[in-house]
């Protein structure tokens, strides 16, 4: 791979597969930005490595494609859809990201977890969020962003010069603090019934195990113990995304990983991820990522890439 470093903060990458570019640059003493912009023709994946501590969290807004994100502190895999915003804190970097052959522009601003801390704190929002940042526990809250996070992420995109540093300074802290309410915003007060943080952690362990044949709602809601609107809420509480979208993510994240072994035909691993017609299943997988199943399985185009920031 060939790699030239810029001295205005851009690390610029090239490959017969990809090319794609890095830019982190301090907007203030506490925020730091990073934007990610590539070009993939083929499957990439970026690994990242370091393991090196760190108490940062960072604010996300995927205004590209949609991307196979995996932190190794957190709990599962995620896919990280177009026009999606995102809160993560984790206690180090290291991970990977799976691209496919599209472009993306990711964007993310890194604020001290104390800052956040602070924030949250006075406006009395995300109280279990606060919880999981005192105790250091990583996590990972999404939802579908709106077009205004769209229009300061653009502004902040724009190179930091005199004439426009002051600007970038307050819009850094107004996205991050409107992008705090606006995922944490449910969270006003703490649960009234402890053991909904027991039932929803039940009913994901039933779905973690069970997504290739699904229990119905009212199934999942019967065997936890309580009932399907609450089950609902909790879901959308907790991980911003509906049931039906969580079993479609942990199948398209195990269809990724059988995938990348190359060891099974991918009518076999359609069966195993809970479809029994391939095309549905080839359909689902395009719609996530954005190629087909077998384009993605081509082990001949697909790269593996250290990434590191050192």
Known sequence: M????????NILFKHNDCEFSLR??????????????????????????DKTEYDTVTVMLNLGSA??????????????PSNAIALCYSDTRAGLCRYQPQSTKLFALQVPRRVLLEYIDVMQIG????????????FLIMKSANSQFHRIAEKLSEPNTNSNASIHRHLSYSFISDAARYLLQEEVTLPRRMDSNKGLEKAIEILDKEFVLPPTITQLARRIGTNETSLKQWFRKEFNTTIHQYVL????????????????????IALEVGYANHGHFAAAFKKEFGCTPSSYSNKSNTQRIALSCE
């Open 24 to 49: 982190c640059c301090a907007l203030n003493e506490e925020v730091v930005l990073s934007l990610f912009m590539g070009r993939f023709y083929a499957p990439v994946q970026l690994d990242t490595p």
């Open 2 to 9: 060939e790699e030239s470093i810029q001295t205005n903060g």
């Open 67 to 80: 991307v196979y994100y995996q932190i190794d502190s957190l709990k599962a895999p995620r896919i990280f």
């Open 127 to 138: 109280l279990l969020t606060k919880r999981k940042l005192e105790q250091r526990e990583p």
């Open 249 to 268: 993510q942990q199948r398209m994240s195990k269809a990724v990983r059988l995938l990348s072994l190359g060891e099974n035909p991918i009518s076999h």
